[in-house]
């Protein structure tokens, strides 16, 4: 079983940075893949960015590329999303998913684990 935990949300101006925290309890895998998600009242859930555990690999979705930024930290089981230059329209509650087979995908179905999701909200 593998649990996640978000945060690092708040309530921001526009222009301002958050850096998201996504922590894996539980052991990790090296083949893991981690995304982070968000998703707007009344929309569908959307993709972010994803990063493979080993570090070889990140993806974004086109229209976030430039703001965003994934890492992760082996030594403290974390994933991170940096967020800079937030707009209004960045507003949503941000889900990190696991997918334990690698599979290197921006798509929700291949994600199991999902956590509670970290609220941010911009004003403008």
């Known amino acids: 079983q593998v649990q996640l935990a978000e945060s690092g949300g708040g309530s921001v101006q526009a222009g301002d940075s958050l850096r998201l925290s996504c922590v894996v309890s539980?052991?990790?895998?090296?083949?893991?893949?981690m995304g982070w998600f968000r998703q707007d009242a009344g929309k569908e859930r959307e993709f972010v960015a994803a990063?493979?555990?080993?570090?070889?690999?990140?993806t974004y979705a086109d229209s976030l590329k430039g703001r965003f930024a994934i890492s992760r930290d082996h030594a403290k089981n974390t994933a991170y999303l940096q967020i800079n230059n937030l707009q209004p329209e960045d507003s949503a509650i941000y889900y990190c998913?696991?997918?334990?087979?690698?599979?290197?995908?921006?798509?929700?179905?291949?994600?199991?684990?999902w956590g509670q999701g970290t609220q941010v909200t911009v004003s403008s």
């Open positions: 998913a696991v997918n334990l087979i690698g599979a290197r995908s921006s798509s929700r179905n291949d994600y199991y684990y």
């Open positions: 539980e052991r990790t895998f090296s083949s893991m893949v």
């Open positions: 990063i493979a555990w080993r570090g070889d690999w990140t």
